[in-house]
Each structure stands twice: as C-alpha cells, then as structure tokens.
C-alpha cells in the first residue's frame, strides 16, 4: 500500500457527499421538468432578491470588520511574552465552541428579549431598557459571537509563527512600535488575518438559524430564500439556482482574497 | 493489495448481510409499523400499549411541516405505512395519486368520530383519510396589556401596538390572516387580490414585533408581545401557562384545519397500519394524545373523559356554529399558487431590509 491510498477513505465521502450533491444542484439549477433552462437564475433577478442578497453581504461584511477589530488586538496580547495566563483566557474563546451553536443562540433569544434577563436587569437598575433582537443589530451581534473564534485562532496561529528575531532585528534598525508593527509583524500576520476573514464571511453570508432566532425573522437574508425553497415551497430548481449564485459569490470572493493575501504561506489554513 | 481488497469486501458483505437479517428478524411476534408523524404530537405512552396489546412493533420518526414529510415520503423511497398530512395536503397527495384508499372494514372503530368531520371538502367521500386531531386559527392576547375588546384581525394592524405583534414565519397562514381582513376567500387564486393581500402584510410588517415558529409560545407567555396569530392547539398550552393569555376567533372568520390518518400506496404492513389506526380511533387512546398535545380530538366519547375545564373550552372546542359558519374555511391544494405564496413572502420580509 502506498502513502495515497490513505487518501480514498476521504476522497471515496468527499465523491458521495460532496461531488454528487453538488452535480445535483447544478442540475435542478437548470433543468425544469428534464428541460434545459435559464428560468430558475431569471427568477433571482427581482428587486427583493437582488435586496435580500446586498443586505447579506453587507450584514456579513459589517461583521467580519468588527470580528477582526476586536480579535486582531486580542491575539496580540495573547501573544504578548509578560502574559501569564495565555491557556485560561484561550480556553474561555474555545469554550463556547464546544456547545452546539443553535443552543447558544437560543440562550441569547432568551437573554436579549425586550422582556428577557438583560433587560429585565436594566429595569431593576433604573436604567433604560434596549431593544437588542428583532432588527440587523441582533442579527451581527450573533455573527460576531458565533463566528468570533474563527477570527482569533488564525491570527492568533500566524502571530505566534513569527520569528522573534525579526522583530528584535526591526528594533535594532531603529524602529520603532508602529513601524515596526507595520512593516513587520502585520504583513507577517496577513495570513492569518485572510483565513480568519474567509472564515468569519463566509458562514456570516449563508446563515439563516441567526437571522431568525435574533433577527426575530424580521431580516431576511440569502440564506433564508434557500432554506425556505427546499423546507416550505418546495421549488428544488429556484433553491439550486440561488445556491449557485452565493457559491459563486463565494468563489470570487475566495479568489479576490487569496490574491491580496499570501494563502500558502504558514499560518493560513487554505 | 488484491487479496486484502478482497478480504474487506467480503467482511463488508457478511457485515450487510448481518444487518439485513437482523432488519428482517423482528422482536415482535407480529411485524411492524412504520409510523410518521408530526413532532410532539402523540402520547408516548400510546405506542408502547399498542405493542403490548398487539405485538406490533412501532418504528416511530417526526416531521416539523407537511411540506418536509411529503417531500420524504412522495420519492417513495421509504416506505411508511402511516403518516399524518393536514387538510391541503391530503388533498395534495390525493391528486398526486399517492394515497391508498382504505378499507373501512378494517377499522371498526372509525364509527367513534364525529359526524361533522365526514365529508369535508378535502376528502369529499370519505375515502382516504380518518380525522385525528382538529382546531381552528385565532388570536391569542394579553387581556391585560390590552383595553379594548379584541375581536378583528384589524387589531394586528394598530400602530398602536407597534412591536407588541407576533406573525408566524409562514406564507400560508399569514396570507390567510390578509385575505380574511379584507374579507376574500383564503383560497383565493385572483392575482388582484393576492396582490392587495400583499400590500396589506408590506403595510403590517413595521408594526410585527418578530415572525416567529416554535418559539412564539414562549414569547407570549414571557409577555414579550401582546398579540400573536396561533393555532387553537399551541393556544391552549399557552394560555395554561400564563392566566392573563385569552385566545379569540375574529369575526371576519379564520382557519378551521383538520390533521388525519392516512396511508400511502406503498405501504409495506398494511393490516398493521389498520390496526394502528384504529387503535388510535379508540376514545381512551384518543382522549391519552388530546390531553398530552392539546389539539382537539374528533372523537366525542374521548372529549368525555377529558378534564372539565379542557372539554368545555371554547378554546379547544368551539361550537359547531364557530367551525361552520361560512367564513370558517379549510385550505385546499395549494400546489398551483405555492410559487405566488413563496414570492410574495419573500417580498413582505424583504420590505424591512
């Protein structure tokens, strides 16, 4: 046995639960009734599509810039040398991860409500009550602590790669921090900093359990339509075809992203 | 490499052939049942007795929607023997051709249903389908977030109570909540009036507080909101739950919906699955699944022996003039306008964005 044959296992699922369902989707994309036909991607051309699919972006955009504001410094201090309690505060990021998200965001539905645990705290302190769900904002609060951990990790994974002896080298030239952190560390990083956002934006662009449960099915995203094709209408041939849409959005984005970053170089995961 | 290709395979085999046999060997002395079902919408307990009194074995799954079970159960790659489609889509699967007539012999104890449930429009003969549990659509509110009487759908679109509204996440039943407030059939196919229904859900949407599924119920026992569309069934564990809920059925009428037994065509135990029904036509039986989900039975001996403040329950059981009177409408087949519904939907939630 050679060292490939190690790889069928994986190629063999890959074949049956990837490959094929994906031909099938690119089937019912385009053929109604065994009849070759453009008619499922001239349906997406409405307004409210069209709305639907900008305001997905937009929301899962928002979202991964607040991710990687809040987790880019994060992962500094964690890489810091004077910090000592690196494992603690790691772990409390993977901890979440390791409860079912649909759980976790239900516990949110409940702790954010108008009339929920939070607020009903903000009553009792005489403060006043805000309303958290029901709107965009509750729906990139539950992007943002979903998707949070995919954004430290790798940063945090290609910060940690660095070699210190080019930072001290930065010093010893005359840099100071912020040059050094400029020309240095952050494109040293920049690896790390792309996997994080094609993590982060692409699950941010297909959900749908967040916008329902936090968005109290106010906001309707791409994600949405699909689920509602396949689950309630039962129209396979639109679903299919709104599906390939969002996988090819995802494949320019992919390709933008990997041109401006260094993808196969250490710390990326692609 | 050849021989151990062969070896794993003919494991494999053995390994298939194992599990086969053991599919095949039942516990049971007298087969199975392959039983589909809505969630959360049967007494445990009933399909234990059923294998003890009869020896039949249960093999029991759950749907969340009708639309989920016939899009697993119209391939016809599993085989069911019995499912429980609503009203419309009995009617669905009638047209498709995908249901087995039933033999009436069979199931004696079908006498025990009530008379105003034979006959109606989506089974007009009686042929396919026993009513298992029944209710209507209605309002369920805060009596005391609320001063005024509550008696209209026009309630649900008073700027006043801004945020205070709760919609369920379904074309079906939110058009149907338009259609009846601008006094239309729910069943209309008239373009004009979808389009006008439409409007009126576009007009509504900044006044809804949340579209919501299961978790509604919660909602409005928490206070949440004040008003929330609901059906008579999840109307009565609400209103168990939190004393100042009150349930209504506007007078521009509503929905009146019925869910059934039926059997497909490919049903592999068919004497079992008659056997199960009928079992489940029994009033003791039927009264264990009303008092455990809450829905209404069909079957008037089982209502007796439910407690007196659920069997008098207006909420549960309306009068026969509330479910007859003309603006009380069932769905039908829906399958011609499902594309309209699903566009329209999009586009009353799109408004927001």
């Given at each position: 046995m050679n060292k490939k044959s190690l790889a069928y296992p994986y190629v063999i699922w890959a074949g049956i639960f990837i490959i094929v369902p994906l031909l099938l989707i690119v089937y019912f994309?385009?053929?109604?009734?065994?009849?070759?036909?453009?008619?499922?991607?001239?349906?997406?051309?409405?307004?409210?599509?069209?709305?639907?699919?900008?305001?997905?972006?937009s929301l899962a955009f928002i979202s991964t810039t607040i991710c990687l504001l809040l987790a880019y410094p994060l992962a500094m201090v964690l890489n810091g040398k004077d910090i000592s309690n690196r494992g603690?505060?790691?772990?409390?990021?993977?901890?979440?991860?390791?409860?079912?998200?649909?759980?976790?965001?239900?516990?949110?539905?409940?702790?954010?409500?108008?009339?929920?645990?939070?607020?009903?705290?903000?009553?009792?302190?005489?403060?006043?009550?805000?309303?958290?769900?029901?709107?965009?904002?509750?729906?990139?609060f539950g992007m943002v602590y979903n998707f949070f951990p995919f954004m430290v990790l790798p940063i945090y994974n290609a910060l940690a790669k660095i070699d210190k002896g080019l930072i001290e080298a930065a010093y010893d030239l005359g840099a100071n921090d912020i040059t050094t952190f400029r020309k240095v560390?952050?494109?040293?990083?920049m690896p790390g900093v792309v996997t994080g956002i094609i993590m982060v934006f692409m699950p941010a662009l297909t959900t749908f359990l967040i916008t329902r449960l936090l968005g109290g099915g106010k906001v309707m995203l791409i994600g949405n339509i699909i689920e509602e094709q396949f689950t309630r209408t039962g129209d396979l041939g639109f679903g299919s075809a709104v599906s390939m849409i969002l996988m090819i959005i995802v494949l320019i984005t992919l390709a933008f992203m990997s041109r401006k970053g260094t993808l196969d170089e250490e710390g990326g995961l692609f | 490499m050849k021989k151990l290709t062969k070896r794993i395979l003919s494991a494999g085999l053995v390994g298939m052939m194992t599990l086969a046999m053991a599919g095949c060997g039942n516990s049971a002395p007298n087969g199975q049942v392959v039983v589909y079902n809505w969630g959360e919408f049967i007494d445990p307990q009933v399909n234990k007795m059923f294998t003890q009194e009869t020896g039949i074995k249960v093999v029991y799954s759950e749907y969340a929607n009708n639309e989920e079970m016939y899009a697993k159960v119209e391939p016809g790659n599993v085989s069911y023997d019995v499912i429980f489609p609503s009203d419309y889509m009995v009617e669905k699967m009638i047209n498709k051709g995908i249901l087995e007539?039933?033999?009436?012999?069979?199931?004696p104890n079908y006498e025990n249903i009530d008379v105003r449930f034979e006959n109606l429009p989506y089974d007009p003969n009686n042929e396919y389908s026993i009513p298992y549990m029944w209710g209507t659509v209605g309002i369920v509110y805060n009596k005391k977030m609320v001063s005024e009487p509550v008696d209209s759908w026009d309630i649900l679109w008073d700027s006043k109570y801004k945020d205070q509204i709760l919609m369920y996440?379904?074309?079906?039943?939110?058009?149907?909540v338009a259609l009846k407030k601008l006094g239309y059939s729910m069943n209309t196919r008239d373009e004009k009036q979808l389009e006008e229904a439409k409007n009126l859900l576009i007009e509504q949407a900044p006044l809804v507080l949340s579209y919501v599924g299961d978790e509604g119920k919660n909602k409005m026992v928490n206070e949440e909101a004040v008003f929330m569309v609901s059906y008579a069934g999840d109307a009565m564990i609400m209103l168990s739950e939190n004393p100042d809920l009150e349930f209504v059925i506007p007078k521009e009428g509503s929905n009146f919906y019925v869910d059934t037994m039926v059997m497909p065509k490919n049903a592999t135990n068919k004497d079992n699955a008659y056997a199960y029904m009928n079992f489940l036509c029994r009033p003791d039986i039927a009264a264990m699944n009303a008092k455990e989900i809450g829905y209404s039975t069909p079957i008037s001996a089982a209502r007796e022996q439910l407690d007196d403040e659920i069997k008098n329950n207006p909420v549960a059981y309306p009068s026969e003039e509330v479910t007859n009177a003309d603006n009380m409408e069932m769905f039908n087949d829906p399958s011609d306008v499902i594309g309209t519904y699903s566009s329209i939907w999009t586009q009353v939630k799109a408004s927001n964005n």
């Open positions: 994309s385009f053929f109604v009734d065994g009849q070759f036909t453009f008619q499922n991607y001239t349906k997406f051309m409405e307004d409210y599509y069209i709305k639907a699919m900008g305001k997905s972006i603690v505060i790691l772990l409390l990021i993977i901890l979440p991860m390791w409860m079912n998200s649909l759980l976790r965001t239900y516990a949110w539905a409940n702790l954010l409500e108008n009339n929920g645990v939070i607020n009903n705290v903000l009553a009792a302190l005489n403060l006043p009550t805000v309303k958290f769900l029901y709107g965009d904002g509750g729906v990139i560390i952050l494109p040293l990083s | 007539k039933l033999d009436f012999s069979k199931i996440d379904s074309e079906r039943d939110s058009l149907m």
